[in-house]
């Protein structure tokens, strides 16, 4: 549909957290739509390698209203299922989703705020961007970067090892998907694991439910003005989900430093030694997908946008929710993203009031 509509609230993405959102505002009665530029529900999840799996078990790693059921077989559900779940939570709460709709940027309109989108405007009272960080992947300024000859490839390009089976291949990450992609690998390829510093596992009791936990007590001290307790980085970088375990218990996971730069055939250590590969993997994270808000011109020193809790400093009447803890404690996360949807919501009809 073309031509210029009006609402109270848009939400831009139709992924976890604009779910989220959506459910909260739905249940205060507020007037509003989810914009999505995907063709069908279920957001990242529908882009990620084959093997990913949840943190946690699937009652942990639920949205406002509804527990995620149980994966047969699986303790840690996979993307799939994920996927469709957020499908099925669409649907039975009739959240008014519209896709694909790609909002190419917002404005300052008045009063309003105007939403331009490839298929017509909306203008409305509030929004709430909610796109995430998948869409936008990190590459590192590494020297050399442009003379591998090789295959380079992001995380968000990973699928399966059966398309690296017996190639020499180079994953650079540290955290979690660079852990559970080389755990993937580690079998059937050459694999050489890069980590910046030497990979801090966590204990294998430990998954998503201890991870939120440790999140909202670092958030909950910092706003009481007490001692930083570290929150999730204290505990370490990798959640050691099952495949993970398995590999490095069987000493398929040792990690080496980061190299200086990338050769025509490889890489190279500051020390001259050198490696040879025939992919590299980089799984070295992401950054918000925010270029739509680029005409308010929000960012600050160093491209960050000023908050309080997920309302936008300096356009109030903008709020970002779900890319990490600077919009809310683990609001990245299934589990993390409901409280800050919730005060989000609670703030958004205050203001419309």
Do not use: C
């Not at 020499?168 to 050459?190: F, W």
């Amino acid at each position: 549909m073309t031509g210029d509509r009006h609402t109270q609230v848009v939400i831009v993405g139709g992924g976890q957290s604009g779910l989220a959102a959506g459910y909260h505002l739905r249940r205060l009665g507020l007037d509003f739509v989810i914009l999505d530029a995907q063709s069908d529900p279920g957001g990242a999840w529908r882009h990620t390698w084959d093997s990913l799996r949840l943190f946690s078990p699937a009652a942990f790693s639920s949205l406002p209203g509804r527990l995620m059921p149980p994966q047969r077989g699986e303790e840690y559900p996979d993307a799939p299922h994920v996927a469709a779940y957020l499908r099925d939570y669409e649907k039975r709460y009739e959240l008014p989703v519209e896709r694909p709709v790609r909002v190419l940027g917002v404005h300052r309109d008045g009063g309003l705020l105007r939403v331009e989108t490839d298929s017509g405007t909306w203008h409305t009272r509030v929004v709430i961007s909610a796109t995430g960080t998948w869409w936008r992947p990190f590459l590192p300024a590494v020297r050399g970067r442009a003379d591998f000859g090789g295959r380079q490839l992001h995380t968000v390009e990973y699928r399966r090892p059966q398309d690296f089976a017996g190639r020499r291949v180079i994953v650079v990450g540290g955290g979690n998907s660079g852990a559970q992609i080389a755990a993937d690998l580690a079998y059937d390829s050459e694999l050489t694991w890069v980590t910046q510093r030497p990979p801090r596992f966590l204990a294998d009791d430990i998954d998503g439910r201890a991870l939120f936990d440790a999140a909202t007590a670092r958030r909950r001290a910092l706003d009481e003005g007490r001692t930083d307790t570290g929150g999730v980085a204290s505990l370490g970088d990798i959640v050691a989900v099952p495949p993970v375990r398995e590999a490095r218990d069987r000493g398929l996971l040792k990690a080496s430093p980061m190299f200086s730069r990338l050769t025509r055939d490889g890489v190279e250590w500051a020390d001259g030694t050198r490696a040879e590969a025939d992919a590299i993997i980089w799984s070295t994270g992401f950054r918000p997908a925010l270029s739509h808000l680029a005409p308010l011109q929000l960012r600050g020193r160093r491209g960050h946008i000023a908050v309080e809790g997920t309302r936008v400093v300096n356009e109030p009447r903008l709020y970002l929710l779900g890319y990490g803890d600077w919009t809310g404690p683990a609001s990245a996360t299934l589990i993390g993203v409901g409280r800050p949807a919730r005060d989000t919501a609670r703030q958004v009809a205050e203001s419309l009031s």
